[in-house]
């Protein structure tokens, strides 16, 4: 499958995107976390293209995209990645979040559910037992120990594409964001994905995530917090059990 770029001018906003729309089914968009952009999502994306449409974009402010003036919140990225949607002639699509990008899937979902048909939440944030910025922080640090270090070139591309002050600041929006009040609200019940080595999203809180979502909880042995960078072929494989029956 051939990922062509593209950008798409959305509320004053250059947002790029990386696509294989060539697969029959449900068109699938990946919403990546906090710190980085399309690029760490690529491994899952190449392995699922073939059976799915796959689209990446970058949000406002991260990757390619371009950069607003300050960091947006969950709500706001949720209002653009919608209208981002609706630009592309996308929905309704299955979304993919990781980490931070699982707190603006639920909220899109949640607050246009005509947009969904699909969700996964990929080690979502934030566990209420590490909803600060020195606990989600330390939790991240320790993920490092387990995670593959040959990771570590593309997040330091992502942050400095980002720079560190929004990615701070996109932190704070993240630990204040009471994910909960959206996972009530999902229009459709999500796979909860995540790995087994993961210190940042564990196995007790997508276990409690699933549970409040009537959700499925699927965990890749051995992956730590980027299941969907390390471990692409079994996360592809779960993604498309879970669209096989949604």
Partial sequence: MVFRRRWALVRGLRIHDVAAEDAPGTPVVFVHGLAVSHRYLMPTARALAPRHPVVVPDLPGFGHSDKPAHA??????????????????????????????????????????????????????????????????????????????????????????????????????????????????????????????DTVAPLTWRTAVAEMTAGTSVTIPGAAHNALTTSPRRAATAIAAYLSQH
């Fill in 72 to 197: 947006y919140d969950v709500g706001e990225h949720a209002d653009h990645l919608a209208a981002w949607l609706k630009a592309r002639d996308l929905g309704p699509v299955a979304l993919v979040g990781h980490s931070f990008g699982a707190e603006v899937a639920a909220r899109l979902a949640a607050h246009h559910p005509g947009l969904v048909t699909g969700l996964v939440l990929a080690g979502p944030t934030t566990d209420p037992r590490a909803r600060s910025r020195r606990a989600l922080i330390g939790r991240w640090l320790l993920d490092t120990l387990v995670e593959a270090p040959w990771q570590a070139p593309i997040l330091a591309h992502d942050v400095a594409d980002a720079k560190p002050w929004r990615v701070l600041a996109t932190v704070g929006h993240s630990v204040r964001n009471e994910v909960e009040k959206d996972l009530l609200r999902l229009p459709v019940s999500p796979l909860v994905l995540g790995g087994s080595l």
